[in-house]
């Protein structure tokens, strides 16, 4: 069927568009309208109509070019906000402003009408975003897999300092950009038992199903035809109402069965980095992998019968040619022994050629490297829930561990260190071993990340298979991240290098030969004043609503540190250099007078006390700083509440420092730190994740490195004394002290004893105060620096001239390259 001529993109067809939406899908009258929302919503409709188009041809591109495929699988996707995005890749952004203006709206009102799709909790998450940016943006053929959460992460609120919880109902009032395929959905199982047929085959029955309904969302490229897909699974009972139950009376009865089978899908589970093995993440991951390879299945059939039918080749001869699924850290690892037993018990393969085609297909990305965050489900919890592919899972274990005897020989404390079940007290199963011997290639997404994954982490496998793991440094879309979050300094870019750097931002490169240009650097102030005067107004405007006044001199120096609050992360560092601010500008002691506000933002897991104990101290020492006279001028603290994708769209542009101080050998590798200096903020922080790669690109004039590194920390870990930094450090004890004696509490002493206990009594597990006298050091440079505004600019500006390396397209040409094996499919040579 041949498809209609596409929709005009020029501002009068998009103002058609959005009054024939508003009167024919939303039955609203212009005029008669009194919110934002419904004018938002008819627009969403107008443009997902012109990527729509693009999104069919797309598809059909891909099926009649026999294109292998890229299939990306996370539990996590924080989108943020999709209008703005897809005016941008669209290249409509003047042209919308132009009908909406004609409407009588401005299209920042109306983006903020759009809710932030938080569908995950931090980097993890906001990482598959940009790759999924990148891979539609470079025409690969790729689509994302992930789970339609009802309530995304959490809203913060702060009410008296402490964080509060509020639901993420983000679906509340529907989503304009998904569509839904009732048509196409799976059957998932869950429990039941498992028996032998009378052909020897295992038979997975008597189990509870729930069925798997995809919602898609179209992804564009940027500057390109290609539209991508976004599968997100929604749960839905397979019997949505139990009527014998309801006209026996039980009316609750009746209903409580769909209710238990929809909960899969209802809240995005909070990462705490401590897996204690709850049910229903584990039926999360189950539904969520389950429903995708059945979904991969079925259209590799169709392509089957499109191409290879004819031929005469069997129905899973070119699947590991045709397919590349990668599995963003270890949620997605059942997809192992799941794929292994669709192609087993379901389509007939013998052990070997199935395990043979999994192993082919699927490549595995780790993002930490902390013990404690690598998933170990209970066997006991497995064998309840899946048990047959806990049958599975033992039997790729016994003839993994059969390769390990074969090359290292009768090793017994070298099996019991890499098989798949963990033995002791609770038997687990360990997710990151199962990707690890699942997959054909690991990586790191770090250079120093991977190192420790090959040295330390997963040393033993690395000495089995020495070409497997491999690093892919993370990356940065510069499309949400610099063209459409920050336009001024774009346009500045763009009149300075020209047009093209969006797709290629290795030519940022070129501001280099520009960073001593007198005229160039009044011009990156101006717009860095601009932007933390935007900022400025925004935290006025949320401490208002705390019932508290905040003004903030926009001339001061923002020094930022947002992200997750995790103790290995230190916020906890930053709040001791800020008390010890306070104390010298109030004893008038030595340094520079330099105005510094200190920002933060991020969320804490719910049940992760200490994080929720830092945010409170975080506030309390914001509260005695800032209605102190004595350092009014000088200092500022500020508690950015409910950080999210589209709150960083505004702090990165105006952030001049940027805060990675992570112990050293903990993070992987970051992306916030690659987000400030794309913005032109300086970075302080330790040579940890890509803080390492980011000096190899700036260069060491142009960032504050400071600390252990992570070999030094890794030997002094052991040993580490916190007590003698403590006593031999005049201005760390006070700092300590004024914490432990309430000074930022009210006199309490009790509230954050628990903090100065982990810091002293309890070994200080992230060598704060071992970096704390090195940290204020390099701060003092950063304040000395920063008096000299020309020479703070023209650092700013190399920051950003080297951040071409950090661009996610470099990373998803390497994945495609390196891992995946996949080519670019796009509707004409480029």
């Known amino acids: ?211 798997a309904t995809p919602y898609d969302t179209p992804i564009p490229g940027y500057g390109t035809d290609t539209v991508n897909t976004l599968r997100l699974w929604g749960a839905r009972a397979l019997r949505e109402f139990d009527l014998d139950e309801f006209n026996s009376g039980d009316y609750i009865g009746a209903i409580e069965s769909r209710a238990r089978s929809e909960n899969i899908c209802r809240v995005l589970y909070p990462n705490d980095n401590f897996f204690d093995g709850q049910a229903l993440r584990l039926s999360q991951e189950f539904f969520f992998v389950s429903a995708t390879l059945q979904d991969i299945l079925r259209r590799d059939r169709k392509r089957w019968e499109l191409h290879d039918r004819e031929r005469g080749l069997g129905v899973f001869d070119r699947f590991a040619d045709k397919t590349a699924i990668q599995l963003n850290d270890t949620h997605p690892a059942l997809a192992v022994p799941e794929l292994m037993r669709l192609l087993v018990d379901l389509e007939g393969l013998d052990w070997d050629a199935a395990w043979e085609i999994t192993t082919r297909t699927f490549g595995y990305t780790n993002h930490t490297v902390l013990p404690e965050a690598l998933e170990r489900w209970p066997v006991s919890l497995v064998a309840e829930l899946l048990p047959r592919h806990l049958e599975i899972v033992y039997e790729i274990n016994r003839r993994f561990l059969d390769t390990v005897h074969a090359r290292f020989g009768p090793d017994d404390e070298r099996a019991r260190r890499m098989s798949l079940i963990e033995n002791g007290d609770v038997d687990r199963v360990r997710m990151a071993h199962l990707a690890i011997v699942g997959s054909h290639a690991v990586n790191g997404v770090a250079a120093l990340h991977t190192e420790i994954l090959k040295e330390h982490v997963f040393r033993d496998f690395h000495e089995l298979w020495p070409d497997r793991i491999r690093n892919k440094t993370n990356g940065v879309t510069p499309r949400r991240w610099l063209l459409k979050s920050n336009p001024e300094l774009s346009a500045l870019i763009t009149e300075v290098i020209g047009e093209g750097w969006p797709v290629d931002l290795d030519r940022l490169a070129e501001l280099r030969r520009f960073a001593d240009d007198a005229e160039l650097g009044a011009r990156w102030r101006e717009v860095k004043r601009l932007h933390k005067e935007r900022l400025a107004e925004v935290a006025r405007v949320q401490y208002a609503r705390r019932g508290i006044d ?281």
Not at 39 to 47: C, E, K, R
Not at 57 to 62: A, E, K
Not at 122 to 146: I, K, Q, V, W
Not at 170 to 179: A, F, K, V
């Open 550 to 830: 905040l003004a903030i001199d926009p001339g001061s120096l923002f020094d930022v540190q947002v992200k997750r609050i995790h103790e290995y992360k230190r916020q906890l560092l930053n709040v001791l250099h800020v008390i010890t601010l306070y104390n010298r500008i109030r004893d008038g002691g030595p340094g520079p007078e330099v105005p510094r506000t200190v920002i933060f933002g991020g969320k804490a897991a719910p049940g992760y006390h200490a994080a929720k104990l830092i945010i409170r101290l975080i506030t309390g020492v914001g509260d005695v700083v800032n209605s102190d006279p004595a350092t009014a001028d000088l200092l500022k603290v500020v508690f950015l509440a409910d950080y999210r994708v589209s709150l960083a769209e505004q702090i990165f542009p105006a952030s001049e420092l940027s805060e990675q101080i992570s112990t050293a050998g903990t993070e992987a590798s970051g992306t916030g730190n690659m987000k400030f200096a794309l913005n032109g903020a300086l970075t302080i922080g330790t040579l940890d994740g890509a803080n390492v790669e980011i000096l190899r690109e700036v260069g060491d004039d142009n960032i504050f490195i400071f600390g252990l590194t992570a070999e030094e920390a890794a030997v002094l870990a052991p040993r580490h004394d916190p007590w003698r930094h403590y006593w031999g450090d005049e201005e760390l004890r006070r700092a300590l002290d004024m914490i432990r004696d309430g000074a930022f509490s009210r006199g309490d002493r009790e509230l954050f004893a628990p903090l100065a206990h982990s810091l002293l009594e309890g070994g200080d597990r992230y060598l704060l105060l071992a970096d704390y006298r090195s940290y204020l050091d390099r701060q003092d440079e950063v304040a000395e620096t920063y008096l000299d505004s020309a020479a703070w600019t023209r650092r700013s500006i190399l920051n950003t001239a080297g951040m071409g390396y950090f661009s996610s397209d470099r990373t998803i040409r390497e994945y495609a390259e390196d891992i995946w094996d996949v080519a670019a499919c796009p509707s004409a040579p480029r």
């Open 1 to 211: 069927m041949e498809l209609l001529p596409e929709l005009e993109s020029d501002a009068s067809a998009l103002k058609r568009s959005v009054l024939d939406h508003l009167e024919h899908t939303l039955a609203e009258l212009p005029g008669h309208v009194d919110s934002t929302w419904e004018p938002y919503v008819a627009l969403a409709y107008a443009v997902r109509d012109r990527l729509v188009e693009r999104w069919i041809r797309t598809q059909d591109r891909y099926y009649e070019r026999d294109a292998k495929r890229v299939y990306y699988l996370s539990l996590e996707y924080l989108m943020g906000r999709t209008l703005g995005n897809s005016l941008v890749n669209l290249g409509l952004v003047r042209e919308c402003g132009e009908a909406l203006s004609e409407l009588g709206y401005t299209l920042e009102e109306l983006r903020e009408a759009e809710w932030d799709a938080g569908l995950g909790n931090g980097g993890l998450g906001r990482l598959a975003a940009c790759f999924l940016d990148s891979l539609a943006t470079l025409d690969y053929p790729a689509y994302g897999y992930g789970l339609r959460y009802d309530y995304g992460i959490f809203h913060q609120r702060i009410v008296d300092g402490a964080q509060f919880e509020m639901p993420d109902s983000w679906l509340r009032y529907g989503n304009p950009w998904e569509i839904a395929r009732p048509k196409d959905r799976f059957r998932i199982q869950f429990g039941g038992r498992v028996e032998e047929d009378a052909d020897g085959r295992r038979r997975w029955v008597d189990t509870h199903d729930v069925y």
